[in-house]
């Protein structure tokens, strides 16, 4: 099977967003933050020919989880990553707070009192986020919202929902 092309890439990314938060999912809630790079299936199955068991051989992306990331700020730990040109994108998987827009406004404008102000808020509502940019330029975000009774909350799929990370993302690769 040929590699696939930067569209089929891009049409396939969300489906691995999906795939991510699914897999992060079975490991429960209050996890840290978590990295995957993206390779293109038919390339990794070219190169290690004895994971063919293990993967869809028909996925457009397959994804590889990586090391923890560093325990310093997010922010700091992504404007240090790179990835070499065999990763045609990457993903991150994170826990948020979020909280509806009326609550927003009021929070302090310093980061680390907003963030204090957020996780204390009695509107607050927690989330996992999934946000995987393509180096050809592609993006896509899922979130679940935590549900306090089976855990499962409904799935929220759209690229407005974290553009800055979806920025940061995109700047591993420049």
């Known amino acids: 099977m040929p590699t696939a092309s930067a569209d089929e890439r891009a049409a396939g990314l969300p489906a691995v967003v ?13 996890r840290p933050p ?23 051989p ?11 990331l560093p325990a310093e700020d997010l922010a700091e730990a992504l404007a240090q990553i790179s990835w070499p040109e065999q ?5 991150l998987v994170q826990e948020i707070v979020v909280l509806p827009p009326e609550a927003e406004a009021g929070l302090p404008e310093d980061g680390e ?28 975000c899922v979130m679940r919202l935590r549900d306090t009774g ?3 909350g409904d799935l929220l799929q759209d690229t407005s929902l974290a553009p800055n990370l979806l920025r940061a993302l995109h700047a591993t690769f420049t």
């Open 34 to 56: 978590q990295m995957f790079a993206l390779v293109p299936t038919q390339e990794l199955l070219t190169a290690e020919p004895d994971l063919a068991e293990q993967i869809d």
């Open 150 to 152: 089976d855990d499962n």
């Open 58 to 68: 028909e996925a457009v992306l397959t994804p590889i989880a990586q090391d923890e």
């Open 87 to 91: 990763v045609a994108g990457c993903a």
């Open 18 to 30: 999906r795939e991510i938060e699914e897999f992060a999912g079975t490991a429960g809630w209050d």
């Open 113 to 140: 009192a907003a963030r204090a102000a957020a996780a204390e808020h009695p509107d607050r509502q927690e989330a996992r986020l999934v946000a995987g940019v393509l180096r050809e330029g592609g993006e896509a």
